[in-house]
């Protein structure tokens, strides 16, 4: 990894209020907000639990109607835990609904969280009145970080940390998840996140058999692309404050609340960066050939026949073409590099650590 590029490996965490009032956990050498715009507990209830269906699939209604066994709950970066906390909160509150109704106890909830950084949680810990969601979970987080598990006195409820680089951990992950919260850290700050390698090994990480799902606030047509091509179904997620949209991607077409369709394809052949991070320049028509035959658009009514044109183009929004973007990597007109936007030398150094599937370092 360059110098300059920082990572968030142990870094320092301030609160900083957003602008609903809510306070946060900010990074100030990244540059990064774990939940943005509403703060942490909207987003973990409302995107990540919500989104995901986690209610459903502890009382095996809607989708994971039928089901039966523990819930696993892949919590991909763990951070300051509301998300993972939203998961244990939304079961305890359920089982303490059920219990008043005299009905069945939810099913049983395991959560298995990967990071590498414990600072954010440390720092959660440390400020949880003034963030307040993790309050009355402190011994729950201390024990968690000393001892890498948890379990509620009941047996009902696990909580195990893997601790690590998440590229490389969730490829050798024993469990199998059916609800997986993808909450790295944005694609400039973590890049190595969002690849269809992670993707692919997130799919495979589902139960043999079965289905799962996966929420993220990203709506990028890069990350989309991503998860399409490691297996996914792909479609829109609510809009949680100023984020317009987020995603949810499933392994069956039908879980989808609003799958992509055509007008996505159209969108995604004019987006200047529409690549999956970290493919090589070699790759693309490959990739373009793959994404255009994934069966997301059967189900989704079709593609119409010029989405299938202009194989050779380079992609969508080749720079220079008639009505593309301008390349964002350049100053307009001049060919230099815009210091507001990352130059690229800080993605080599990070794909020479995590090298993907034909990746090569460009030539200079
Ligand atoms: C946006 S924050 C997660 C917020 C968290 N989900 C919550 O609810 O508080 C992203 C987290 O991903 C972690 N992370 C980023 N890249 C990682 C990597 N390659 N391996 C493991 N963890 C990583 C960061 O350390 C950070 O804690």
Not at 267 to 280: F, I, K, M
Request: aromatic share 8%.
């Amino acid at each position: 990894m360059s110098e300059k590029h920082p990572t968030s490996e142990s870094a320092e965490y301030v609160l900083k209020r957003q602008d609903n009032g809510a306070l946060a956990l900010f990074n100030p050498a990244l540059g990064e907000t774990m939940h943005p715009g509403v703060g942490p507990w909207e987003e973990a209830t409302r995107l990540y639990a919500g989104a995901g269906g986690l209610a459903d699939a502890l009382t095996a209604r809607g989708r994971w109607s039928g089901e039966t066994g523990e819930v696993v709950v892949f919590d991909v970066g763990l951070g300051g835990a509301a998300n993972a906390l939203g998961a244990l909160a939304t079961r305890h509150e359920l089982a303490a609904r059920h219990k008043s109704q005299g009905r069945p106890a939810p099913r049983p909830l395991r959560v298995v969280s990967f990071e590498h950084d414990l600072s954010p949680l440390r720092k959660a810990v440390e400020c949880a009145a003034e963030l307040a969601y993790p309050l009355g979970w402190e011994d729950t987080l201390r024990q968690l970080m000393t001892q890498g598990q948890w379990a509620d006195p009941a047996g009902e409820v696990h909580w195990e940390l893997r601790m690590g680089d998440l590229t490389e951990l969730v490829k050798v992950e024993p469990r199998r998840g059916d609800l997986m919260f993808f909450d790295p850290f944005s694609p400039r700050s973590n890049p190595e996140a969002w690849t269809v390698d992670v993707f692919s090994a997130l799919y495979a990480a589902r139960r043999p058999g079965g289905d799962a799902m996966l929420v993220t606030y990203s709506s990028s047509p890069a990350s989309r692309a991503a998860m399409l091509l490691g297996g996914w179904f792909v479609g829109k997620g609510p809009s949680i404050g100023k984020v317009r949209q987020t995603t949810q991607a499933a392994s069956r077409f039908s879980w989808l609340d609003e799958p992509l369709d055509r007008r996505w394809v159209a969108l995604w052949r004019q987006e200047a960066h529409p690549w999956p991070l970290g493919t090589p320049p070699s790759r693309r028509p490959q990739v373009r050939r793959e994404l255009l035959e994934h069966l997301q658009w059967m189900q989704a009514g079709g593609l119409d026949e010029s989405d299938d044109q202009d194989e050779n183009s380079g992609g969508a929004g080749k720079p220079g073409k008639p009505g593309s973007k301008p390349n964002p990597g350049k100053k307009p007109g001049t060919g230099k590099p815009n210091p507001g936007k990352r130059s690229g030398k800080g993605r080599d150094g990070v794909w020479a650590k995590y090298p993907q599937r034909g990746y090569q370092k460009p030539s200079k």
